[in-house]
């Protein structure tokens, strides 16, 4: 396999300037000086906390930038290059609110946000969760309909606490089923953590005995079809019951009411309901929460910036908890339109989001990533036989239902496990062995040689010439036309000659491998 040469390893270097220390005035082609949405309920309250911090927040981020940015925050992909070069064609005021509704809008939110949610909900087929392939294919596309439909949060989160039947056929009862131990403890733990955003492991035990009685009746019965099971209120249980819940209030539970009810309508009633939902929104957008981390909401763990939870929690509900609209009103702030340059050393850069913060893309989105840039599809394995784990050869990683199905690939690049529900559960640190993939790979290196995407590029109407190429590779990696530097140093000498002719098929391989490897590419910013 031949190396990648010292030229485009320095060209990966340069594609990756923007994390450059701070700059006094807006650095190109990263920034702007002037934001293009108004201020919001967001903005002076995260604004507010920084000036009491003496943080000085980034720049408004560029054209560039929100495009590619908003582009994987919600659609969990990079933008093609016909919609970079139509957007940064668009001379309209509103474009970039035209473009996070067409964004919201689209089947790529569905998979990429039920994706999210599968990490939440542990949807696998394998140990510790033991799901079962039937069961996942119906939690996922249940979950997929939620998320399409838009339905409000408090809905499906009610049909999932209040659910009964058949596992294969009542799909939101493997809420329950997904829990790795069917005590009253175990699934009082699951429930906390995905609607109240706590760990009662943080509790005084007889508060987490106290509330787990609300969980102590449910049965759990298998029927004569393969791993299929019954989850329902246990009916010898006739006795009435009170349970005093954390806030004190005491729910009195009927002789064979199902307790599961009021407890759901109490749930719903909480601020912290919604304010759990919102910061796990928040934290999917963002990679931490406003109380980080995103699932540890408690009194000695406070939010970062006084009084935005609760505005967001607010907000979720008088919204009907239409979870497109908070995350319409989180994407229309200028704090999520901001710079990932910071322009303050303080430590608090971070947790005040005064920069957007940097990281290195998922895995399943890094992988289609590089699916679609070199036109070829991933290969799955799975310890559960077939058919149960057939995968479609067009299939995307997004849209993958089992946590149990994986490749090499994604374990390398810290795919969620789906054990715990956690939602830092999913690892996106920077590794060694990942790094060495990217620069060593044989099989990347076939891939992007084969590459009709990359062929094309060559030979399309209008992209012959030499630095016409070169734009259209930066356009469709970064969604951005390269810098003067980057252009003579991806063109040599053809830069002086302006040379009509393409580069050779190697020379664009080469330039497209390097900048795989530059983490502008690799992380999302």
């Given at each position: 396999?031949?190396?990648?040469?010292?030229i485009?390893?320095?060209?990966a270097?340069?594609?990756s300037?923007?994390?450059?220390?701070?700059?006094?005035g807006p650095?190109?082609p990263?920034?702007?000086?002037?934001?293009?949405?108004a201020?919001?309920?967001?903005d002076?309250?995260?604004?507010?906390?920084?000036?009491?911090?003496?943080?000085?927040p980034?720049?408004?981020c560029?054209?560039?930038?929100?495009?590619r940015?908003?582009?994987?925050d919600?659609?969990g992909?990079i933008?093609?290059?016909?919609?970079t070069?139509?957007?940064l064609?668009?001379?309209?005021k509103?474009?970039?609110?035209?473009?996070?509704?067409?964004?919201?809008?689209?089947?790529d939110?569905?998979?990429?946000?039920?994706?999210?949610?599968c990490?939440?909900?542990?949807?696998?087929?394998e140990?510790?969760?033991n799901?079962w392939?039937?069961?996942?294919?119906?939690?996922?596309r249940?979950?997929?309909?939620?998320?399409?439909?838009?339905?409000?949060?408090d809905?499906?989160?009610t049909?999932?606490?209040?659910?009964?039947?058949s596992?294969?056929?009542?799909?939101?009862?493997n809420f329950?089923?997904?829990?790795?131990?069917?005590?009253?403890?175990?699934?009082?733990?699951?429930v906390?953590?995905?609607?109240?955003?706590?760990?009662?492991e943080?509790?005084p035990?007889?508060?987490?005995t106290?509330?787990?009685?609300?969980?102590?009746?449910l049965a759990?019965?298998?029927?004569?079809?393969?791993?299929?099971e019954i989850?329902?209120?246990d009916?010898?249980?006739?006795?009435?019951l009170?349970?005093?819940?954390?806030?004190?209030h005491?729910?009195?539970v009927?002789?064979?009411?199902?307790?599961r009810?009021?407890?759901?309508?109490?749930?719903?009633?909480?601020?912290?309901f919604a304010?759990a939902?919102?910061n796990r929104?928040?934290?999917?957008?963002?990679g931490?929460?406003?109380?980080?981390e995103?699932?540890?909401?408690r009194p000695?763990?406070?939010a970062?910036i006084?009084?935005?939870?609760?505005?967001?929690g607010?907000?979720?509900?008088?919204?009907?908890?239409?979870s497109?609209?908070l995350?319409?009103?989180?994407?229309?702030?200028r704090?999520?339109?901001?710079?990932s340059?910071p322009?303050?050393?303080?430590?608090?850069?971070?947790?005040?989001f005064?920069?957007y913060?940097?990281?290195?893309?998922e895995a399943?989105?890094?992988?289609d990533?590089?699916?679609?840039?070199?036109g070829?599809r991933?290969?799955?394995?799975?310890?559960?036989?077939?058919?149960?784990?057939h995968v479609?050869?067009?299939?995307?990683?997004?849209?993958?239902a089992?946590g149990?199905?994986t490749?090499?690939?994604?374990?390398m690049f810290?795919?969620?496990?789906?054990?715990?529900?956690?939602?830092?559960?999913?690892?996106n640190?920077?590794?060694d062995a990942?790094?060495?993939y990217l620069l060593n790979?044989?099989?990347?290196?076939?891939?992007?040689?084969?590459?009709?995407?990359?062929?094309?590029?060559?030979?399309?109407?209008?992209?012959r010439?030499?630095?016409q190429?070169?734009?259209?590779v930066?356009?469709?990696?970064?969604?951005?036309r390269?810098?003067?530097?980057e252009?003579?140093?991806a063109?040599?000498?053809?830069?002086?000659?302006?040379?009509?002719?393409?580069p050779p098929?190697?020379q664009?391989e080469?330039?497209v491998?390097?900048?795989?490897?530059?983490?502008?590419f690799?992380?999302?910013?």
């Open positions: 396999m031949k190396p990648i040469s010292i485009w390893l320095a060209i270097w340069m594609s300037g923007w994390v450059a220390a701070v700059e006094s650095v190109q990263f920034e702007t000086d002037r934001f293009a949405v201020p919001s309920e967001i002076r309250l995260a604004f507010a906390a920084m000036r009491e911090a003496g943080v000085e980034a720049l408004p560029s054209d560039e930038v929100f495009l940015r908003v582009h994987l919600v659609a992909r933008p093609t290059l016909a919609e070069r139509a957007f064609r668009d001379p309209s509103d474009r970039r609110s035209r473009l996070i509704d067409r964004l919201l809008e689209s089947d939110h569905v998979d990429y946000w039920t994706m999210h949610w990490d939440v909900l542990r949807v696998k087929s140990f510790p969760i799901l392939p039937d069961a996942v294919q119906a939690y996922h249940w979950i997929r309909e939620q998320v399409a439909a838009n339905r409000p949060y809905e499906m989160a049909e999932m606490l209040t659910a009964s039947g596992n294969f056929r009542d799909p939101a009862v329950y089923r997904a829990v790795p131990g069917k005590g009253p403890e175990p699934i009082a733990a699951a906390a953590l995905t609607f109240m955003g706590c760990r009662i943080h509790w035990q007889p508060i987490r106290e509330f787990g009685k609300i969980f102590a009746r759990f019965k298998p029927t004569a079809e393969w791993k299929e989850v329902c209120p009916p010898a249980c006739f006795d009435a009170d349970v005093r819940l954390p806030d004190h005491v729910i009195h009927a002789p064979g009411e199902d307790g009810v009021p407890f759901a309508a109490w749930l719903i009633a909480q601020p912290r304010e939902g919102a929104v928040w934290a999917w957008v963002f931490r929460g406003i109380v980080h995103p699932d540890d909401l000695e763990n406070p970062a006084p009084g935005l939870l609760e505005h967001l607010q907000a979720f509900a008088a919204d009907g908890y239409d497109r609209k995350l319409r009103r989180i994407l229309h702030s704090l999520y339109q901001l710079s340059i322009r303050s050393e303080s430590s608090r850069v971070a947790e005040l005064a920069a913060p940097v990281r290195r893309l399943e989105v890094l992988l990533t590089l699916c679609d840039l070199t070829t991933e290969g799955y394995m799975s310890p559960i036989p077939e058919p149960f784990t479609p050869p067009s299939a995307r990683s997004v849209r993958l089992d149990s199905i490749s090499p690939f994604l374990e810290g795919r969620s496990s789906r054990d715990s529900g956690h939602i830092l559960e999913r690892n640190q920077v590794s990942q790094m060495l790979s044989t099989e990347l290196q076939n891939r992007l040689a084969r590459s009709p995407k990359l062929r094309a590029l060559t030979r399309g109407k209008g992209s010439k030499a630095d190429v070169v734009e259209a930066y356009l469709s990696l970064l969604s951005r390269p810098t003067h530097r252009s003579v140093a063109l040599g000498d053809r830069a002086a000659t302006r040379a009509p002719a393409p098929p190697q664009l080469d330039l491998w390097a900048l795989v490897n530059s983490k502008e690799l992380h999302r910013h």
